[in-house]
C-alpha cells in the first residue's frame, strides 16, 4: 500500500539506500551538472520572491566585474605614478583622479556587497520557508498507511534537516558560482594577455583541495543518508527523557538509567562514524593541500620571473595583482561549485520526499449522505497492515443500521479499531466492501466522506492549542463555525463551567507545552476529544472507548449523550466496559478479526459464547485471560 519512492530523474532512486557504482565519466558528468540544481532553487527562489531574486543576480554580476576593474585602475594608476616620477611637471591631478576612483569602487564594493547579502537573506528565508511548506503540504496528503512506513519516515526526518538550511546554501553557492564566473573571466583574460603560464597555474593550484572537498562532502552525504533511522531512534530517547507525556514514567519508573544507555549507545555510533570519517578526510585532505601549494608556488615563481623580465613596473604590478585576483576568484568558483554538487546531494533529501508518491485513495464524486438511510454495509470485509503476513480483520459481513447504537467487543488485538478506522478510508479494506446506501465507500467524495464520519480515537490527539480549539478543530470543514456550537459540544460533554472559569476561558492556552498553558486531567482531555466529535454534523459516528478515562458518574451522563440513537445516523461504539455496550442496541462479538457473535445482549447472553463469557468475567470483577475464549492467541 505505502508507495516506495520515485527513482532519481537518471534512475537512482536512493530512498531504500541503495548505492549504485558509478563509474569516472558520470562522475565528471555529474560534476559538470552541479549547477543545475542550483538553477532549479533559483526557479523556486523567483517563484518565492522575485524582487529580491532580481536584486540577487543583478548584484552578483556587477560584484563579478569588480576585480577587473580594480586591476585596470591599478595599472592606470601605477602608469600615471611612472609618468609623474619621469616627469618634470606636476601630474597630481591623473594620480588624484585614479586614486579617487579606486576609493569610490573599494566603498562601491562594499555597498554592493551589503545590498547583495541582504537580497541574498531575504531569498533564502523566503526559498527555505517556501520548501518547509511543500513538505508539509505533502505531508499532509500521505495515507496512514504512507505514514506509518519507516522508510518514508526516514525520508520525511532527512528533508525536514536539510530544507531549514541546504536550498539557501545552494543558493547562495549559485550567486557566487556566477560572481566568481564574472570575476575569473575578466581578471583572467587580462592575466592571460600579460603572462598565460601564470594564469593557467593560478586556476591550476586550488583543484586539489577542491576535489578533496566534493569526495569529502559525498562521504559526509553518504553517512547520514544511512544513518536516518539511527538519527530518528536517537532523537525518539531525547524525545522520551523530555517530554511530559513520557517523563512521568521515566521517572516512576526510575528509567533514566535506561534512556541514558540507549542514549549514549546510540551516540557513540554517531560520533565513532563522525571521527572515522573525520580520519579518513584527514588523510585524503593532505596530499591534496601539497599539490595545491605546490602549484601555487611554482605560479608566484613564474610571475616573480616574469616580472623581472617585465618592462614596466605597471605590467608587473598588474601582474601580481591579477595573480592574487585570480586565484582567490578560481579558489571562490571551485569551491562555490564543489559546495553545490555537495549540497545538491543533500538536497536531493528534500526533492526525493517531494518525489514519493502519494497514491491518491480512488474517490468518486458524489456527497456523502447527510443521512443513513439503508445502513452502512461490511461485504466480506478483509484488512491486513502493510507488511504483516496476519488478517486483522477476516472475511467480515454485517450491517450497521441508522438510528441504532452497534456496539464492537471483542479481546485485545480482535480487530475493533481497525474496523472503525475502515469507516473514514484511514485504511482500504484488502477484500471485500464497504457500501453505504448500497453505495460502495470509493464512490463518495473523500472530503465530504471525512467530513462526516466522526472520531473519537481511542489515542485521541490532546492539542497543544487553545481549549476553544481542541472543540472547534472538529468544525474547520462546516459552513456553520459559531462560537455558540463549541460551547454546546463543551456543555454535552460537562465542560464548560471548567472552562469559563479557566483565565481566558476557551481562549486559555491546553496543556503545559506552551507558556501560561493549563493542564488538564486525563478523563477532561477525553472530553474535549468527545466534544471535537460531537460538534461535527456526522452520518457516521466512530467511538472507541471514548469513556476510558471518564470516572463512573461523568460516564453514566455521557454514555446517554453517546448512545442516543440519531435518526439517519448510524452510530459504532467500540467498547470493553459493560457499562456502555449495554446501552447499545446491537452488539457485534470480534474474536481475532472474525466477526463471531451478532445480536442484543439478552440474545449473546443466550449464546453462552464469548459475550457471555466476557460479560460474567466483568461483572464478577475480572476479565478472562487473553486466549482463554477461544484458546492460546
Ligand atoms: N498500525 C498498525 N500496523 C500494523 N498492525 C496493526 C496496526 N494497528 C493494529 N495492528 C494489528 O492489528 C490487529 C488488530 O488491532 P486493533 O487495534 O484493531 O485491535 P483492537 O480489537 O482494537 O484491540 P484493543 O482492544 O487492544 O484496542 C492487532 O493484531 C494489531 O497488532
Not at 445482549?601 to 459475550?611: A, K, S
Request: proline fraction near 4%.
Amino acid at each position: 500500500m505505502a508507495a516506495a519512492p520515485r527513482p532519481g530523474r537518471r534512475g537512482r532512486g536512493r530512498a531504500g539506500g541503495g548505492r549504485v557504482p558509478v563509474n569516472p565519466r558520470s562522475r565528471l558528468r555529474r560534476l559538470a551538472q552541479a549547477p543545475r540544481p542550483g538553477l532549479k532553487v533559483l526557479g523556486q527562489s523567483w517563484r518565492s520572491d522575485r524582487a529580491g531574486t532580481a536584486q540577487v543576480i543583478v548584484t552578483s554580476l556587477v560584484v563579478g566585474v569588480l576585480p577587473a576593474c580594480q586591476v585596470t585602475l591599478t595599472a592606470a594608476f601605477a602608469t600615471a605614478l611612472l609618468r609623474a616620477a619621469g616627469s618634470s611637471r606636476p601630474q597630481a591631478g591623473d594620480i588624484l583622479f585614479y586614486l579617487g576612483l579606486l576609493a569610490l569602487l573599494g566603498l562601491g564594493s562594499q555597498v554592493l556587497i551589503l545590498l547583495q547579502s541582504r537580497a541574498m537573506q531575504r531569498c533564502q528565508s523566503r526559498l527555505s520557508a517556501h520548501l518547509s511548506d511543500e513538505i508539509i503540504s505533502r505531508a499532509g496528503r500521505f495515507t496512514l498507511s504512507q505514514v506509518e512506513d519507516p522508510k518514508i519516515q526516514d525520508s520525511l526526518q532527512r528533508a525536514v534537516r536539510e530544507v531549514g538550511f541546504r536550498p539557501g546554501m545552494l543558493l547562495s553557492q549559485l550567486v557566487q558560482t556566477v560572481t566568481q564566473v564574472v570575476a575569473f573571466g575578466s581578471v583572467g583574460a587580462i592575466l592571460w594577455t600579460l603572462d598565460y603560464r601564470v594564469a593557467l597555474l593560478a586556476v591550476l593550484a586550488p583543484v586539489p583541495t577542491v576535489v578533496a572537498q566534493i569526495l569529502q562532502g559525498k562521504r559526509a552525504h553518504a553517512l547520514e543518508h544511512g544513518r536516518s533511522e539511527e538519527r530518528r531512534r536517537l532523537t525518539y530517547w531525547q524525545h522520551l527523557a523530555s517530554q511530559p507525556d513520557s517523563m512521568k514514567e521515566v521517572l516512576a519508573f526510575r528509567l533514566a538509567p535506561v534512556v541514558l544507555t540507549h542514549h549514549r549507545k546510540l551516540l557513540a555510533g554517531i560520533v565513532g562514524a563522525d571521527l572515522r570519517l573525520a580520519n579518513r578526510n584527514f588523510r585524503l585532505a593532505i596530499p591534496m593541500v601539497v599539490l595545491t601549494a605546490a602549484l601555487t608556488v611554482s605560479a608566484q615563481a613564474t610571475a616573480i620571473l616574469a616580472g623581472t623580465d617585465a618592462r614596466h613596473v605597471a605590467g608587473l604590478l598588474a601582474v601580481i595583482q591579477a595573480i592574487g585576483m585570480l586565484q582567490s576568484s578560481a579558489q571562490m568558483l571551485y569551491g562555490a561549485l564543489s559546495g553545490m554538487y555537495v549540497n545538491q546531494l543533500f538536497l536531493r533529501n528534500v526533492n526525493e520526499f517531494l518525489a514519493i508518491e502519494h497514491t491518491p485513495l480512488p474517490e468518486g464524486e458524489l456527497a456523502f449522505p447527510e443521512e443513513i438511510s439503508a445502513g452502512v454495509e461490511f461485504r466480506d470485509v478483509s484488512f491486513s497492515y502493510p507488511g504483516s503476513g496476519r488478517h486483522a480483520l477476516e472475511n467480515v459481513s454485517f450491517t450497521l443500521k441508522p438510528g441504532q447504537v452497534t456496539a464492537v467487543v471483542g479481546l485485545n488485538g480482535a480487530g475493533k479499531s481497525t474496523l472503525g478506522k475502515l469507516l473514514g478510508r484511514l485504511y482500504e479494506p484488502t477484500g471485500g466492501s464497504i457500501v453505504v446506501d448500497g453505495v460502495p465507500l470509493a464512490d463518495f467524495r473523500l472530503d465530504s466522506l471525512r467530513d462526516r464520519v466522526s472520531y473519537v480515537f481511542q489515542n485521541y490527539v490532546q492539542y497543544q492549542l487553545s481549549v476553544g480549539e481542541n472543540i472547534s478543530l472538529g468544525l474547520v470543514h462546516e459552513a456553520d463555525r459559531a462560537a455558540g456550537r463549541v460551547e454546546a459540544a463543551a456543555r454535552e460533554v460537562g465542560m464548560h463551567e471548567h472552562i469559563a472559569a479557566l483565565p481566558q476561558g476557551y481562549g486559555t492556552q491546553a496543556g503545559k507545552l506552551f507558556t501560561g498553558g493549563v493542564e488538564f486531567s486525563g478523563g477532561q482531555w477525553q472530553r474535549l476529544a468527545i466534544a471535537r466529535s460531537m460538534v461535527r454534523s456526522a452520518s457516521v459516528r466512530v467511538m472507541d472507548e471514548p469513556t476510558a478515562a471518564l470516572d463512573t458518574i461523568t460516564e453514566a451522563e455521557l454514555l446517554d449523550t453517546l448512545t442516543t440513537a440519531t435518526a439517519g445516523r448510524v452510530s459504532l461504539l467500540i467498547a470493553h466496559r459493560f457499562s456502555s455496550v449495554l446501552r447499545a442496541d446491537r452488539v457485534l462479538v470480534f474474536d481475532r478479526g472474525r466477526l463471531v457473535e451478532d445480536g442484543d445482549h439478552q440474545e449473546l447472553m443466550g449464546l453462552g459464547g464469548l459475550y457471555a463469557r466476557m460479560y460474567e468475567a466483568q461483572t464478577a470483577g475480572h476479565e478472562p485471560a487473553a486466549g482463554a475464549a477461544t484458546g492460546a492467541r
